[in-house]
């Protein structure tokens, strides 16, 4: 049997490999495609009804057309074309319908407020910061109005950076445009009214910081949805004119030629490092193509600080070498970078893991932009935290090494009770759980009651094909959602690295799975595992699907071999 499904594991490689070689650019990365999006989509529109109405109709215009045709048959929106309808694309989308043209889009938006009403309304959204986004959108539309709403206190940038940096974290920039909107169609008075006048210079400021430190001008975290909230905020703080105007163009020229607009930039980065690390773990580490690959990951990494995060130079982030650095994404790029050491690096993997230690949290855990951050979307984030301690053990430290002991005694003191991790950035309970498996397994801590639980988690949600879903109900394993390659693959190599043999028969329907599923291009297809905003829209990625298969296929070969070779020594 072992004999059998090894080649097939062998052939599957192979053929993923050359796959992905042939779609290799010449500086060592690889394109991927960035899903259009309802929200970029949307809030594009709007912003560019507000900020430039004339010049930008005909883009207006198709924009509309494309998430007409968007409209789920049950009246919403998902986060992208032909997702499961979730309430705040629904919102947003319906509300720059109305603004757009309230009679001639009367009917769809109807049907979309109608669900909206039938699921609890806005005020159903758990997030007070999205439940605000969404009475904003409306507002906006003349659907409803802010009165009654919690005032954004503006006057908190007035403090010196460290007093509110790890609250507001990666949401300073929509907070400053938030808080604009809210004034402009909610006038603050008396003492909030002077406050916040004080405050608004301080805003404009933080949101140039913010700008400087990014790729293009008008871009805000390469994102067209956060560029867009920006933009209408801008607007309605009577900005600069030509601070809106950068915003404005950046929109316009990321439109695309079906009049949507994708998720973000940098998705390359992001997914070239899975990539990268499961094309090295597949037996392709020593390849020359490989190695440009790693090349071109290590010229993103960033040489200047972005003081907005309070973040030191040698991190990266998913828009380059320049853009929001963060510590998923850097762990991603050191985990695909340690495979060959430090003999073609020039010190680059030095400089990151040691970015990555300082930014680990007091209580030994990662978050993903701020440390010790107390806004819960940033951290602390289980999945980061197990990533960043299988890449110290990587890069050669001990399982003694004093930040690798706090970050595995943070894990053990945080599993949830059902022997579960949450991941902040990947939907469902398979990632973090998974993640945190390898992290004891790599610890030599496969046999500690916590990581048996996690083990014992992961096994019984395998779903009856062999597979595991998202888990999106919260419940491990309580998902009537079909399975994915990615959680598949998260399970498979996580329950190889906690000693589970290559030869149970639960390890080998999972590789059957993952092999039944690859296409006929050799490749795998990408599910809505990624979070665009936590629990209210997802994205898929084309090419972490193809990293995390090959990672998987990659451990389960060499947990084969070392069968056989265990077998055949006794």
């Not at 705040?88 to 009403?117: F, M």
């Not at 992961?458 to 994915?484: F, I, K, M, N, Y």
């Amino acid at each position: 049997m072992c004999s059998t499904v090894d080649s097939r594991v062998e052939a599957s490689i192979a053929h993923a490999a050359e796959t992905l070689f042939a779609l290799q650019r010449p500086d060592g990365s690889w394109p991927n495609r960035r899903p259009t999006a309802v929200l970029g989509t949307a809030g594009a529109m709007a912003a560019l009804r507000i900020a430039e109405p004339a010049r930008s109709r005909d883009l207006v215009d198709r924009g509309a057309r494309w998430l007409l045709s968007a409209q789920n048959p049950d009246g919403g929106w998902g986060g992208v074309a032909g997702a499961t309808t979730q309430l705040v694309p629904t919102v947003i989308a319906a509300a720059t319908l109305h603004l757009l043209d309230p009679d001639g889009h009367r009917k769809p938006v109807r049907r979309a407020l109608d669900l909206v009403r039938s699921h609890g309304g806005v005020q159903a959204l758990t997030d007070p910061g999205m439940a605000h986004m969404a009475r904003t959108f409306l507002t906006l539309a003349g659907l409803g109005d802010l009165k009654g709403s919690r005032r954004i206190p503006l006057e908190l940038l007035l403090l010196p950076p460290r007093l509110w940096r790890g609250r507001l974290s990666f949401r300073v920039a929509p907070f400053v445009a938030m808080a604009f909107i809210q004034a402009r169609h909610s006038p603050p008075t008396g003492l909030g009214g002077l406050l916040h006048r004080a405050a608004r210079q301080a805003g404009l400021r933080v949101l140039g910081r913010v700008e400087r430190g990014e790729n293009d001008p008008g871009g805000y975290g390469g994102d067209n949805w956060l560029v867009a909230v920006v933009c209408i905020g801008l607007s309605c703080a009577g900005a600069p004119p030509a601070t809106i105007a950068d915003a404005v163009e950046y929109l316009r020229s990321n439109v695309q030629a079906d009049g949507s607009w994708h998720i973000m930039q940098g998705l390359d980065l992001i997914g070239g490092s899975y990539v990268a690390r499961g094309l090295a773990d597949a037996g392709h580490a020593d390849d020359e193509r490989l190695v440009r690959a790693r090349q071109w990951l290590r010229g993103c990494q960033q040489d200047q600080a972005f003081p907005v995060f309070d973040a030191p130079p040698g991190g990266w982030g998913w828009e380059g070498p320049r853009g929001w650095p963060n510590f998923l994404d850097s762990a991603n790029v050191l985990s695909a970078l340690a495979v060959a050491g430090e003999e073609e690096d020039g010190g680059r993997l030095r400089r990151g893991l040691r970015w990555l230690e300082s930014r680990q949290d007091r209580t030994g855990s990662w978050g993903t932009f701020v440390p010790d951050t107390t806004l819960p979307n940033d951290g602390p984030c289980p999945y980061v935290t197990a990533q960043s301690v299988e890449v110290a053990l990587d890069c050669g430290a001990s399982p003694d090494d004093p930040g690798v002991r706090r970050a595995l005694d943070w894990l053990h003191a945080h599993q949830r009770p059902d022997g579960t991790y949450e991941a902040l950035w990947y939907r469902g309970l398979t990632p973090g759980t998974a993640m945190a498996l390898v992290a004891f397994g790599r610890a030599g801590l496969a046999g500690h009651p916590v990581a048996r639980r996690a083990r014992e988690a992961l096994l019984r949600a395998q779903l009856a094909d062999g597979s595991w879903g998202p888990g999106e109900t919260g419940v491990l394993g309580d998902d009537p959602s079909p399975g994915t390659v990615e959680e598949t693959a998260w399970a498979l190599r996580a329950l190889l690295a906690a000693g589970v043999p290559a030869d149970d028969p639960r390890v080998r329907r999972a590789a059957d799975w993952i092999l039944a599923a690859q296409q006929p291009d050799g490749l795998w297809q990408a599910a809505h595992i990624c979070m665009h905003i936590r629990n209210f829209a997802y994205y898929v990625d084309g090419l972490i699907v193809n990293g995390l298969a090959l990672k998987a296929l990659g451990s389960y070969r060499a947990a084969l071999a070392a069968d056989i070779c265990e077998k055949r020594e006794a």
